[in-house]
């Protein structure tokens, strides 16, 4: 629709409703929507956005250790080709943490240390707020998992576009399981 509006096509939305301080557009009728259902700007807009994001949290799922170094840098990971902290410690910083040795860290303490240094997947609060996960985490232990930021705190917590809350939008999403559940039934 938009590549035939670009190129001299008409413009694809026609209408506008507006009630009590929202608003929302629709599609022109005669323009084929995936639904088949006239459907308003923002939640097409939203759907197709929410499967663009499916893809690409498949893409962290399926190859994070290449992508992500959240998932590159884990012991079990670097365990794989028969390396260890020392190895993720000299890739990042340059040389080993002896520091952190001579004060009493252990290792699960150091790979925690060492990814708290190095990027996070940039687009985690899409992943959660869309979806309802971030990319894998690594596992860390119990002692540690004390010391670690909730979503909220991590910013990953967003209102989902179209929706004045997190719970509306979980309601919605509860409701089109439901209606394809019953269609595939």
């Not at 663009?52 to 949290?57: F, G, Q, R, S």
């Not at 498949?58 to 170094?69: E, K, M, Q």
């Amino acid at each position: 629709t938009r590549n035939s509006h670009v190129h001299g096509g008409p413009y694809p939305v026609t209408r506008g409703q507006f009630h009590l301080g929202d608003a929302a557009y629709y599609f022109d009728q005669s323009v084929a929507l995936p639904s088949g259902n006239p459907e308003d700007v923002v939640s097409v807009c939203r759907d197709y956005f929410v499967s663009l994001l499916e893809v690409v949290y498949d893409c962290y799922v399926n190859l994070g250790s290449h992508i992500d170094p959240q998932q590159y840098y884990t012991k079990e990971n670097f365990a794989k080709n028969r390396r260890c902290i020392d190895d993720a410690e000299i890739e990042i910083y340059g040389w080993i943490c002896t520091s952190l040795i001579e004060e009493g860290w252990g290792e699960d303490d150091r790979w925690h240390e060492l990814r708290a240094n190095v990027g996070e997947c940039e687009i985690n609060h899409l992943f959660y707020s869309y979806l309802g996960a971030p990319t894998p985490q690594p596992e860390v232990p119990d002692y540690i998992l004390d010391f670690e930021y909730t979503p909220e705190e991590r910013g990953w917590v967003h209102v989902p576009a179209g929706f004045s809350s997190i719970e509306d939008y979980i309601v919605h999403l509860r409701a089109r399981t439901d209606v394809g559940q019953s269609s595939m039934g």
